[in-house]
């Protein structure tokens, strides 16, 4: 057995059943180890496409999606994809190969530091130097990968390692970790806090959506019955309380769903990581904020809780439900609000205007999608008005990122949402700028036979940036660009293209295309002028006449 091999035994013995990479000739030996082991090599098209695939894996199923590349630019192409699973706590492990370290045969050639370059962007980033460190460095990457806060570790494995003769070092079993639940003065201290408040809400956050909390998350939600918000990221994470729903923020203020944010006297706060632009903005005078998570707060200037309740979220809820059920008269204070809240953000849905309007491209999508459904966002304009319209009710159904933000995540995302998930419909959604920059993993998604629906929203313009620039007074500059013809472009990978010609085209197009299967692209043109007639005329009225009232 050589230093490769034992990577990938080491590897096995986590139990991981496919890596996504795009290899060098420093990995050859890692990847004859592969050819002969259990774990299938996905070959992406750019690294960046491994890496957010990757992610992607970590998050859907919480053990550490795994990636692999070649050193120097093949390894410095996975840095969007770690800094995108830092932020968004996805546990991923990077595989990167590195030119010999016991002699220097090449020089210097395609050598950069890339220890150096992971590290701020990864929990753990090392060198492998000697076979017989792999199986507790391997050990201690995933371990590191999963716990919480979750994100990327990195081992770079240098080719002279990789070859090395490594006997038969026994490798570490991986067993479960039950984390501690919360203290009792800590539970003590939030039910003293939630039986005094008048007018509770609830807001469930980025950290509300590990797969593994699902269950005890609605269990306390429809126990309390306390009313809830999310933020974007944290959509979904409660099944079966929908009648408590108020709302997501997309928006750090101003919106809809901040009137009854505005209106509570206590918050409490469910997995908030404040990675995520805020939902709402603590000041002075605000309301009392109870912070529930598997770590403190973080706290920043517009985040500053008054009382924590920290330890396994799941478990430690179920401990502050018992103590609070049945006791908490004013649950529902904040309810009334909720019919006008939904009412406002529902207007226009239906609207037959072509190009369409992005909430009539929210609610076609709702309509052909079923509540397991999954749908992959990228970044750009559309993803606050899917954020805000999109309904949930299975928690990881809308996947987007609100950490990094980054552009070209969408495809690549779906990609592992579909292999993961071959049983349901999984839609990739992407502006057309997004698309372009990760587009070529088509061809992956084709040759991995993948079930797949990619709508290409279609402006010709950065139209976020666009519609910033608009709103901060600027001229119109810099933000638009041609395109392909996106039916064209899906033939020339040898898959199915369609486009939406009127605003009733989209619901049958994208059912159309999931009832054929395979990859299928659909491009629609997207009216963008809603982006400032709601989210900035309609909402600044809205917040003069709310000042209005008494
Ligand atoms: C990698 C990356 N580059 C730039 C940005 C800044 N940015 C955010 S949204 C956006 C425009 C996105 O355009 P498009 O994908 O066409 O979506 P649209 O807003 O037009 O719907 C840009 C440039 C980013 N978030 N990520
Ligand atoms: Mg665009």
């Known amino acids: 057995m050589n230093g490769a091999e034992l990577l990938v035994a080491a590897l096995e013995n986590e139990g991981v059943k496919r890596i996504f990479g ?55 192409n996975l840095a969007t994809g770690a800094a995108h699973a830092l932020l968004g706590a996805m546990p991923m492990v990077m595989i990167t190969g590195q030119k010999g ?65 490594a006997g038969e070092p026994r490798l570490i079993q991986p067993h479960p970790i039950e984390v501690p639940v919360a203290h009792a003065a800590a539970l003590d201290r939030a039910t003293a806090i939630i039986l005094k408040a008048e007018r509770p809400l609830i807001m469930l956050g980025a950290a ?37 729903y108020m709302g997501t923020a997309a928006l750090s203020e101003r919106d809809y769903v901040h009137d009854a944010i505005d209106h509570a006297d206590l918050i409490i706060t469910i997995g908030h990581d404040t990675v995520e632009k805020p939902p709402f903005i603590m000041g002075p005078n605000g309301p009392t904020v109870l912070h529930v998570g598997y770590l403190p707060a973080t706290v920043e200037e517009v985040y500053f809780p008054h009382a924590e309740l920290i330890g396994d979220v799941g478990p430690s809820l179920t401990l502050l439900a018992q103590r609070l ?8 204070a904040l309810l009334p609000l909720r019919e006008e809240i939904l009412a406002h953000i529902a207007v226009r849905a239906d ?22 459904g999954i749908v992959c966002l990228d970044n750009g304009m559309y993803k606050i008005w899917f954020a805000r319209n999109y309904r949930t009710r299975i928690a ?17 995302s779906a990609m592992t949402a579909a292999m993961l998930h071959p049983d349901r419909r999984v839609l990739a959604v992407c502006g057309d700028g997004g698309f372009m920059m990760n587009s070529q993993e088509l061809e992956t998604a084709s040759r991995l ?79 963008y002028a809603e982006n400032s007639l709601v989210l900035i005329d309609e909402l600044q009225a809205h917040a003069a006449e709310r000042t209005r009232q008494p």
């Open 22 to 76: 795009l290899p060098g000739e420093e990995n050859l030996a890692m990847v004859e180890a592969l050819r002969r082991s259990s774990i299938k090599l996905v070959v992406t098209r750019h690294e960046q496409g491994a890496a957010f695939m990757a992610a992607t894996h970590g998050r859907l199923t919480g053990t550490p999606g795994v990636c692999l590349t070649t050193l120097g630019p093949g390894a410095l």
């Open 101 to 165: 370290v016991l002699s220097r045969k090449q020089a210097r050639f395609q050598v950069v530091d890339v220890i150096s370059t992971m590290t701020p962007l990864t929990k753990m980033a090392r060198q492998i130097v000697s076979p017989t460190t792999i199986p507790a460095l391997v050990r201690e990457a995933f371990r590191i990968a999963q716990q919480e806060r979750p994100g990327p570790v990195h081992l770079e494995l240098p080719e002279d390692i990789a070859a090395e003769p």
């Open 208 to 244: 509300a959506s590990r797969p593994c909390l699902a269950g005890a998350l609605s269990d306390f939600v429809k126990r309390v019955r306390i009313p809830f918000f999310n933020t974007q990221m944290g959509k979904g994470s409660v099944s079966g309380g929908s009648g408590l």
């Open 325 to 332: 059920e049945g006791k908490l008269p004013n649950a529902g």
């Open 351 to 372: 609207e037959s205007r072509y190009p369409l309007t992005p909430q009539r491209i929210v609610h076609d999508v709702r309509q052909v999608m079923p509540e397991d």
């Open 396 to 412: 990881n159904t809308l996947l987007l990122d609100n950490a990094l933000a980054t552009m070209g995540a969408g495809l690549p």
């Open 449 to 527: 036979a993948l079930n797949l629906v990619v709508l290409v929203l279609q402006d010709n313009a950065f139209g976020m940036i666009r519609w910033k620039q608009a709103a901060d007074g600027f001229p119109d500059f810099g933000m638009t660009f041609g395109n392909p013809d996106f039916v064209k472009y899906a033939h020339a990978y040898h898959m199915k293209g369609s486009r939406v010609d009127s605003a009733d085209e989209l619901a049958p197009a994208l059912d159309a295309a999931f009832a054929v299967g395979g990859v299928h692209v659909v491009s629609v043109p997207v009216d």
